[in-house]
Every structure is written in structure tokens, then in C-alpha cells.
């Protein structure tokens, strides 16, 4: 059977649940990595505490305890960056990260597409917009879509594109969308004036 719809309602809570154990399973070497850090970190801690007891470590070792300490949290710190970077690559060799991805306009929503997945956001579904260093950004809840500066031909093409949007957004995301993007639309309509 390939024609099939289903219809149900998700509550947030569920969804919230489901992206933790979801996120787990996933990524559960990363999961592992990270509690092994934290249990590990608790572990020398206590033995630093018990070995520093009167002093006895900085005598047998000559180093003084706050510069175990000091090697503890950078040890940690490495630990912790060493995880995150686990879970980047773990992530990376799952999704081409690097594809193409096909932004088009219509009269109903915006639709990202790369070769392996499409989101087609429409308007009402917009939570809001705002601006990065390099481009535009568009939201639907925790979903964010960066619309690169480098993909429109110029400024102005920009600009027509954030007031487009802007204009369709409905009262509520344009509430949550006014601070951060009104120095760009004023910045835009002062442009088209001049």
C-alpha cells in the first residue's frame, strides 16, 4: 500500500520526553561518554580529597593540591569537549550536513529542501524571525532554517525577502520577531527610500 494518512494529535510533553530518550538512544555512545566523564570527575575528586587530607598530597608529590585541582577541571573541560565533538561526528556521518538546500517561496509557505528531506513551513507556522551574522533565520518551534546571506544576489533581494516574510508572519511571531529585526527592516526601508 504506498498511498497512506494518518491523523493524531502529540502533546508537547510527549514530544519533550521523546526527544530526551529519543536523543539517548541515538547518540548513546555520547550518553555513555558523558556520565562516564561525570562519574569519573566525582570519583578523583574524592580521592584528591581523601589523599589531601593534612596535606599528605602536596608531601609525597611536592605539587600543591590547588594545582591538582586546577588539572582536574582542565582534565574535565578536555573530557567534555572531547564528548561534544563524539556527538558532532557521530551526527556528521549520519546526515550530509553539506548538501544544497533549496529554499522556495510560494504563496502558502516557505519549503527547505535538500536531496534527502523537505520542510515545507507555512506561514501560520512561522514562531518567528530574526537575524544572524550571516543571515536570516527562520523558526518553527526548535526547528531553526539559516537563509545565508551569500544565497540571494544582492542586499536589496535580501531585504525584499525579510519583508516579504515579515509581512505574512502572524501577530504573535511578529510580536517575538520585532526586536530582533527591526534595526534590518528599518535599515531596508531607508535604503528603498534613498
Not at 494518518?6 to 521523546?18: I, N
Amino acid at each position: 500500500m504506498l498511498d497512506r494518512e494518518l491523523r493524531y494529535q502529540m502533546p508537547f510533553e510527549r514530544l519533550a520526553k521523546l526527544g530526551r530518550t529519543a536523543s539517548r538512544k541515538a547518540f548513546s555512545g555520547s550518553w555513555w561518554r558523558f556520565w562516564l566523564l561525570i562519574v569519573l570527575y566525582f570519583v578523583l575528586l574524592a580521592v584528591l580529597i581523601t589523599l589531601d587530607r593534612n596535606g599528605r598530597l602536596e608531601q609525597t608529590t611536592g605539587i600543591p593540591s590547588w594545582a591538582w585541582m586546577s588539572f582536574l577541571v582542565i582534565f574535565v573541560l578536555c573530557g567534555f569537549v572531547w564528548v561534544r565533538r563524539h556527538g558532532q561526528r557521530q551526527m556528521k556521518s549520519r546526515v550530509d550536513f553539506d548538501g544544497t538546500v533549496s529554499l522556495r517561496q510560494d504563496q502558502d509557505g516557505l519549503r527547505f529542501a535538500t536531496p534527502q528531506i523537505e520542510y515545507y513551513i507555512k506561514w501560520g507556522g512561522i514562531s518567528q524571525m530574526m537575524t544572524a551574522h550571516d543571515g536570516v533565520v527562520i523558526s518553527h518551534g526548535s526547528l531553526f532554517f539559516l537563509v545565508p546571506d551569500h544565497a540571494f544576489a544582492d542586499r536589496s533581494e535580501r531585504d525584499a525577502f525579510v519583508r516579504d516574510v515579515y509581512r505574512r508572519l502572524n501577530d504573535a511571531a511578529r510580536e517575538r520577531s520585532e526586536t530582533l529585526m527591526r534595526p534590518l527592516l528599518d535599515a531596508a526601508t531607508s535604503t528603498t527610500r534613498t
